[in-house]
């Protein structure tokens, strides 16, 4: 599966749609407005028209670039590094509590790393960046995660671990914009496993825990909210609305992952009780005001070497009660096209380009779940297989690349002038005012209807 945001899980998913079916409008055709030459590692996050994004220009290059979405003119850059498992710090704008829109960037210091706060809109970085909030420097010669540290939206700080002199991560730092560096003021931090959003999980008392400036504001038994409990568990979670949705299974980092055992629940963000809960299934789409959810329910296994699937369904949640509005179930010859090569289907934030039963592309509503037809000859957003990391010669380091849109044909061959499809664009593409912007593997453009 191909969508936007930059989650847990990246597979493939063919659907196959059997409700009603709405015929393509008349609509206007698509021009190229703008279009930059560069590698993207990440897709790109858009924030008040500005578009953010690591690029790479070789193998020990990482640069944070902001471009103006409705231009396409490059704001500003600043070199990067990764953390010190490969991983990019997921470029997530924050307010700095004047208001002002600001994005943590971590950066080369001497042989150490450091955080530099750069303003969204014109890279400006902050004086306090490289202090603490006692004024003293803050390098460090690694960071080995990075979370954000709370459900506030927007966020309003970082956290990450470093080594504390031992061979374990177990000091817990604070980045908060406009004040500086600090400790994490967790409890129990020996014994807690962070994971987004202010939630950790407890190896000593096997709790799920939201921690909010230091204090647990609620505590959740893990067999309390997944039916699953798995040792060695780990968990993802997303903000949608005033739940936090929380994904659990086996170890993501291990060789194989049977899909049936993956569970979502919708905790409420303020007691913590649970709201909902669905089996077998994750969030591949929050829709675009929130109100349904696009749940993919999935039978199969993902390896090293991919995804294979046995059977997928689509369900259409209400995002309060957990109630399924629609529900789109596959049949073995839609399957047979997402386990194949040049797999097309793609999750927006309120609508889905998927295959019908027949394998032609439609549309889907993520909030209704009403499908319109594509043009028969529309350029498909495939993949070609392109490599999916980038070295990092510094220290042998690969960082995993986010999968970016390639155009082919009908019938799969790759295609380098595409005139693209509204329909198609208003799926794949990154609405900036009235500009689509959309990242490929090479390089990054906006588009207009015309």
């Given at each position: 599966?191909h969508r936007r ?18 015929p393509?409008p008349?609509l206007?055709s698509?021009?190229?407005v703008?279009?930059v ?8 996050v ?5 578009l953010l ?5 070789g193998p020990?290059?990482l640069d944070?670039v ?5 231009a396409g003119?490059?704001s500003w ?13 997921d470029l997530e704008p924050?307010?700095d509590?004047?208001?002002r829109?600001?994005?943590p ?13 750069r303003d969204?809109?014109?890279g ?12 003293s420097?803050?390098t ?5 995660h990075?979370?954000s540290c ?12 470093v080594?504390d002199?031992s ?6 730092l604070?980045?908060r914009p ?7 003021p ?5 014994t807690v496993f962070?994971?987004?959003l ?8 096997q709790?799920?825990?939201l921690v909010?400036?230091g204090?647990i504001?609620?505590?959740?038994p ?10 060695n ?8 609305g005033a739940s936090?949705l ?7 980092w291990s060789s ?5 055992s ?8 303020a ?12 969030p591949?789409?929050?829709g ?10 999935l039978?199969?296994a993902?390896?090293?070497a991919g995804?294979?699937y ?7 949640i209400?995002?309060?009660t957990?109630a399924?509005?629609?529900r789109?179930?596959?049949?073995d010859?839609?399957?047979?096209i ?14 889905a ?10 549309v889907?509503d ?9 043009a028969a000859?529309?350029?498909l ?9 980038v070295?990092?010669?510094d220290?042998g380091l690969?960082?995993?690349?986010d999968?970016?849109a ?7 061959a790759?295609l380098?002038?595409p005139?693209l499809d509204?329909d ?8 900036v005012g009235?500009v689509?912007?959309?990242?490929t593997?090479?390089g ?5 209807l015309g």
């Open positions: 599966m945001s930059s989650a847990a899980v990246i597979v493939a998913l063919a659907m196959v749609l059997t409700g009603c079916v709405i393509p008349q206007a698509t021009v190229e703008w279009s030459d560069d590698r993207l590692v990440t897709t790109p858009e924030e008040s028209g500005t994004a690591y690029t790479t220009a020990d290059s944070v902001a471009w103006d979405g409705a003119t490059e850059r600043v070199p990067s590094v990764p953390t010190s498992n490969g991983a990019v710090v924050m307010d509590g004047s208001g829109l600001v994005v960037v971590l950066v080369a210091d001497g042989d150490d790393v450091r955080w530099s706060v969204v809109a014109t400006e970085e902050q004086a306090w960046s490289t202090s603490s909030a006692d004024g420097a803050t460090w010669a690694g960071v080995y990075a979370w709370g459900p506030d939206e927007p966020s309003a700080s970082l956290c990450f671990s080594p002199g061979e374990t991560t177990a000091e817990f604070r980045l406009g004040h500086g560096v600090d400790v994490l967790i409890p129990n931090q020996g962070a994971t987004d202010g939630l950790y999980t407890d190896q000593s008392t709790t799920i825990d909010v400036d204090q504001r609620w505590s959740r893990w067999a309390d909210a997944f039916d699953h409990v798995y040792s568990g780990a968990l993802e979670a997303v903000r949608a936090l929380v994904t659990s299974g086996p170890a993501w194989t992952l049977q899909l049936e993956v569970d979502t629940v919708a905790l409420d963000v007691s913590g009780a649970v709201r909902w809960r669905v089996e077998g299934a994750y591949c789409a929050l675009g005001d929130g109100g349904v959810l696009i749940l993919c329910e039978a199969g993902r390896t090293g995804a294979t046995t059977g997928v369904a689509i369900l259409g209400d995002a309060a957990g399924e509005t629609w789109v179930d596959y049949s010859a839609a399957v047979a997402e386990n194949g090569d040049g797999a097309w289907s793609w999750f927006g934030e309120s609508s380009l998927v295959p019908d039963a027949s394998g032609a592309p439609v889907l993520a909030s209704t779940g009403l499908q319109r037809t594509v000859d529309a350029p957003p495939c993949s070609q297989g392109v490599d999916g990391s070295a990092w010669t220290g690969s960082i995993p690349m999968e970016m390639e155009w082919c044909g009908p019938g799969g790759l380098t002038d005139e509204p198609v664009l208003a799926v794949v593409g990154i609405p009235d689509w912007a959309v990242a593997t090479s990054l453009a906006g588009y207009r």
